[in-house]
Nanobody
Framework: QLQASGGGLVQTGDSLKLSCTTSRRPFSSNAIGWFRQAPGKERKFVAAINWGDGRTAFADSAKGRFTISKDSTKNTVHLQMNSLKPEDTAVYYC????????????????WGQGTQVTVSS
C-alpha cells in the first residue's frame, strides 16, 4: 500500500513537500511515481524515481521547480515542490511499478489515495 500526504493550501511562490510512504520497503527494481489530476482534467505524470539506483524522470512542467528523493530509512519518497503556481493545483497521487521510472499512467500497478494541493493566486 502507498500513503500520500503533505498536501495543503499555499500561495503562489510557496513550497510544499509531499510524501509517499509504502507499507513495505520497495525493491531495488521498483519505481515510485507522482501524478496529479486537476478538476475536470486527465491525470498526468509529474515525477518518478527508481528505488534502487535513484534514476529520476520529470514532466516538463516540473523540471527546475520540483525534486524527487527517497528516504530509505522510512520507505518514503518525497516530492519537493518549489515556486508553486495556481496551475499546480490538483490532487496528487503516488504510484508504484516494477521497472524504470516511466511516465505512463498505465505502467503503474499500485496507487495510493490522493492528497490535495491548492495554490492560491
Amino acid at each position: 500500500q502507498l500513503q500520500a500526504s503533505g498536501g495543503g493550501l499555499v500561495q503562489t511562490g510557496d513550497s510544499l513537500k509531499l510524501s509517499c510512504t509504502t507499507s513495505r520497503r520497495p525493491f531495488s527494481s521498483n519505481a515510485i511515481g507522482w501524478f496529479r489530476q486537476a478538476p475536470g482534467k486527465e491525470r498526468k505524470f509529474v515525477a518518478a524515481i527508481n528505488w534502487g539506483d535513484g534514476r529520476t524522470a520529470f514532466a516538463d512542467s516540473a523540471k527546475g521547480r520540483f525534486t524527487i528523493s527517497k528516504d530509505s530509512t522510512k520507505n518514503t519518497v518525497h516530492l519537493q515542490m518549489n515556486s508553486l503556481k495556481p496551475e499546480d493545483t490538483a490532487v496528487y497521487y503516488c504510484a508504484a511499478r516494477t521497472g524504470a521510472p516511466t511516465r505512463g499512467i498505465a505502467d503503474y500497478n499500485y496507487w495510493g489515495q490522493g492528497t490535495q494541493v491548492t495554490v492560491s493566486s
